[in-house]
């Protein structure tokens, strides 16, 4: 099923994977306010739809995932409104970072400042061999503020990062893979087909189990990390998901996984 909006593509596939293309190819797809409006309201939409098991995000064209936030909106911040925005763009990725099912971006070209902050908030990243990665906020004067400061060290380390976020250089696919910025290249022309195959493994498993990792993964690095780590691992204890997977392993078939 597909839905229109203004700024995005959004596409259910048979298979529950929803597919979000950010679509303003003539800008790079760059983020403008009304885009990050519609991009907060679909990912709200797919969390609570029961047919959606997991998402790719991606860009429009061959040659931007996302350039980034948009330089023309951002030239008009002050002080109050460029805090409020910063806060906008961290709740928004906050809310693709937690969302309870798996989220793929499929970065096919540049991913700068927002768009490699966007991809950042995605679970897994997989890029074209064009896909190129910076945060340039610095040579606009800013610093990246929708999360960049903050996910950057946790994927590349805190070393690397004062190096591309201070430098606002720019790197290619495989410098993003050696970092750990990316999870893989795309080895065929298809990207988003390896992206489906990758969900299709991960959606052979429960869907409570996958979303309460996403969940205890999360919560890495925070002071109550373990605590939910024990929490989750509790509660899906007490699951028929749980039952279903230790009686299938022990009785050698495939478990059937209901997602209770
Ligand atoms: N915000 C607003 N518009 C943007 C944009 C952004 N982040 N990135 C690209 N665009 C627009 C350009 O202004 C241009 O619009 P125009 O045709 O109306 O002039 C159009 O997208 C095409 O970009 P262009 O620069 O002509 O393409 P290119 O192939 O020469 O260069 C980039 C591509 C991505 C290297 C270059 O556009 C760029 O550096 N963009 C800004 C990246 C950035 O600093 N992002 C961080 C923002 S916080």
Redesign the pocket.
Known sequence: MAENYEHLLVETESDGIAVVTVNRP???N???SDLLDELDQVFAGLESDTEVKAVIVTGAGD??FV????????GQLDQKSGRDTSRKGQQIFDRIESFQKPVVAVVNG?A????AELAMACHIRIATDNA?F????V??G?I?GYGGTQRLPQLVGRGKALEMILSGGMIKAGEALQYGLVNKIAESGDPLNEARQMLAQMLKHGPIALSMAIQAINSAGSDNGYDVEADCFGQLCNTDDFKEGTSAFLEKRKPDFQGR
């Open positions: 003539d800008k790079m760059a983020l403008n040659k931007a350039a980034g936030a948009d330089i023309k909106e951002l540049y700068l400042g927002g768009g190129v910076g945060l340039p906020e040579s606009l800013l990246p």
